[in-house]
């Protein structure tokens, strides 16, 4: 297992770790296996979209504020109910597979942290299940 931090700008935004999830399984040493990616936070996911058009990324936010919106009669005091309900729908895991020792990505694919809550400082841990060759 290897973890890794991420520093978030914004309160909403998509921060691009494919770099940085690669990173981590080159220390890790497997190269055909499945990576589970985790963030252990309940304002903040982590998903799989495009990541070479920033327009894909901006539609994405703002339809998912439209979605849950920010001043929702929501009851939870601390006022970040919107970011607890879009990490609840996006997920704070996913599992992708390996390849020759990178994520097995589609061309236009990318793993995103999804921040609802920032900025903030968020962990990444990343876990491999080797796979036989």
Known sequence: MAEFSVNT??????????????????RIGVTQGLCNLFVPHTTAAVIVTENWDPDVTADLLAHLQRLVPRDGAF?????????????????????????G????LGR????????F??????QVAVTVVETAK
């Open 101 to 104: 020792g990178a994520l097995a």
């Open 117 to 122: 809550d920032g900025p903030r400082r968020r």
């Open 9 to 26: 700008a914004a309160r909403i935004a998509l921060v691009d770790i494919t770099a940085e999830v690669n990173r981590a399984l080159g």
């Open 108 to 115: 236009w694919q990318g793993v995103m942290l999804a921040e």
């Open 75 to 99: 009851r939870h005091a601390e006022g970040n109910s919107q970011a607890h309900i879009l990490s609840a729908m996006l997920g704070v895991s996913l599992t992708i597979p390996v390849r």
